[in-house]
C-alpha cells in the first residue's frame, strides 16, 4: 500500500542550525516525491520535488530508494522557515497524490 | 490571476444534512482535486475531475460526490452529514493530469454540529 510517514510532529531548531524533516514512504515502484509548506495564515504549496533536484529557499531533498527517504535538509535555520512541512508521494503520473502527516517546525530566535 | 478559490470559507451545518462546497481553478488549469484535512492531519485525497469525469477516488464513501462543469469549475457535494465529517476542504488545480504540480485553495471549514 501507498504510504508517508513522518515520524516528528514537531521539530524545534534554534536560528542558524541545521534542520532535516524526515520522510519515509511505501510504495512498490518509482514514485515522485514532494515536499509542501504551509505558512501561517497562507495556503498549501509546492516546495520542492525529486525530479527537479533543485534548491528552494535553500532546503534540498535526496530520495533514498534503498531506504525509501525523502529527508528535507537546510543547512541553516531561518526564523522565516516556520511552518507546517508535508511529504507528499505520487505513484503514476495518473494516480492521486498522497500526503504524510506534517511536521511542523518551529525555528527559535 | 486570482489562483485556486474557494467558496464558502466556513460552514456550519447539523447532522444529516447536506452540503456543497466550490471551487474555482487556477485560469488555464483543467483538473482538479477535492482533499478533506482532519486537525492535525495531513491532506486526504477524495477525488480528482478531468474533462468533467471523475478519474481518481481515494478511500470515501459514496456520501462525497462530485462535479465538474465545462468552466473547469468543480463542486464537492457532502450527503447524510455526520460529525467525523468536520475538516477543512482543500481544492487543487493542475495544468493537466500528467502535470505533477498542484496549486491549493484556502479551503472550506466545515463544521458539522
Known amino acids: 500500500a501507498q504510504r508517508v510517514t513522518q515520524p516528528e510532529k514537531l521539530l524545534s531548531v534554534f536560528k542558524g542550525a541545521p534542520v532535516e524533516l524526515k520522510c519515509n514512504y511505501s510504495?512498490?515502484?518509482?514514485?515522485?516525491l514532494f515536499w509542501y509548506v504551509q505558512y501561517s495564515r497562507q495556503r498549501l504549496q509546492l516546495l520542492l520535488r525529486?525530479?527537479s533536484r533543485e534548491s528552494i529557499k535553500g532546503f534540498t531533498a535526496d530520495l533514498n530508494k534503498g531506504e525509501t527517504s525523502f529527508h528535507l535538509k537546510k543547512p541553516f535555520a531561518q526564523e522565516e522557515d516556520s511552518a507546517m512541512y508535508y511529504c507528499?508521494?505520487?505513484?503514476?503520473?495518473?494516480?492521486?497524490?498522497?500526503f504524510g502527516p506534517g511536521t511542523s517546525l518551529s525555528v527559535i530566535p | 490571476d486570482a489562483g485556486v478559490t474557494q467558496s464558502p470559507t466556513h460552514l456550519i451545518k447539523t447532522r444529516g444534512q447536506q452540503v456543497t462546497l466550490r471551487c474555482s481553478p487556477k485560469?488555464?488549469?483543467?483538473?482538479v482535486s477535492w482533499y478533506q484535512q482532519a486537525l492535525g492531519q495531513g491532506p486526504q485525497f477524495i477525488f480528482q475531475y478531468y474533462e468533467e469525469e471523475e478519474r481518481q477516488r481515494g478511500n470515501f464513501p459514496d456520501r462525497f460526490s462530485g462535479h465538474q462543469f465545462p468552466n473547469y469549475s468543480s463542486e464537492l457535494n457532502v450527503n447524510a452529514l455526520l460529525l467525523g465529517d468536520s475538516a477543512l476542504y482543500l481544492c487543487?488545480?493542475?495544468?493537466?493530469?500528467?502535470?505533477?504540480?498542484?496549486?491549493f485553495g484556502a479551503g472550506t471549514r466545515l463544521s458539522v454540529l
Open positions: 487543487a488545480s493542475s495544468p493537466d493530469r500528467t502535470r505533477n504540480i498542484q496549486y
Open positions: 525529486h525530479i
Open positions: 507528499a508521494l505520487k505513484g503514476t503520473s495518473y494516480d492521486k497524490v498522497i
Open positions: 485560469s488555464g488549469h483543467d483538473t
Open positions: 510504495y512498490s515502484g518509482s514514485p515522485e
